[in-house]
């Protein structure tokens, strides 16, 4: 009799187009907050308020105030144990793909090649006027300085995030094609609520979901692991019998 580990493994071995979908689960213990869960963020604030397109048209001031000392500790965390292990899995050939819900780019840092950031990255801002970009770093020194950060042109410059109100960017439908020839995906640390990516899950044959709460996906998984993405990928590292750094 396998166990679950075991079971996941073969489907690992069995598949021939694997991807992985992982959200702000899988940097919890990165040291970054998620948002939906028990002790979300979003439970405490208002997303709609805080992260969207029209208070930063409006209110570029408490936008900023809001998220920047937030981002800029992201930029700071390291990659966890799930984020080696999601890259040595592309890099031995079991999966294909990573496709985040995350900003906070720690599986780029932990190694992952193919990545698809459907929600955009903290890498860099830019200019709403002539889309020049710089680093985030440029709109926090200005911030520090007491500024609304600026282009050299004069425009707003804006994170390369998606904030609410914004539409779906390319890489969501990259991500789509990708996730559209495969056969197997895990989700690790994702709580399946947030669309579109919610969709995504419903394309594919085989799914095996990971995220410490119930998802809506459950019901039609292979496997289902109600703990930590940390717990699952050292019990799937063992059973594989692969080293992570
Ligand atoms: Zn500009």
Known sequence: ????????????????????????????????PDYRGPQGLWRKYDPIKYVSRSTFETDPKTFWEFNLPMWMQYKAAKPNKAHFLVAELERLGFIKAVITQN???????????NVYEVHGNL?????????????????????????IPQCSCGGLLRPNVVLFEDPMPDTFFQAVREVESSDL??????????????????MVPK??????????????????????????SEKLTSVLGIKLP
């Open 1 to 32: 009799m396998l166990s679950d580990y075991e079971a996941v493994a073969k489907l690992l071995e069995n598949s021939g187009h694997a991807v992985v979908l992982t959200g702000a689960g899988i940097s919890t213990e990165s040291g970054i």
């Open 103 to 113: 900003i906070d780019g720690l599986h780029k840092r932990a190694g992952s090649k």
């Open 123 to 147: 890498e860099t801002v830019s200019c709403l006027r002539c889309h020049k970009e710089y680093p985030l770093e440029e709109a926090w020194k200005q911030f520090n300085d007491g500024n």
């Open 185 to 202: 995906m895990i989700v690790m640390g994702s709580s399946l609520e947030v669309y579109p990516v919610a969709q995504l899950p419903a």
């Open 207 to 232: 799914l095996v979901v990971v995220n410490l709460l119930p998802t809506p996906y459950d019901d039609r998984a292979e496997y289902v692991f109600h703990e930590s993405t940390g717990e699952f």
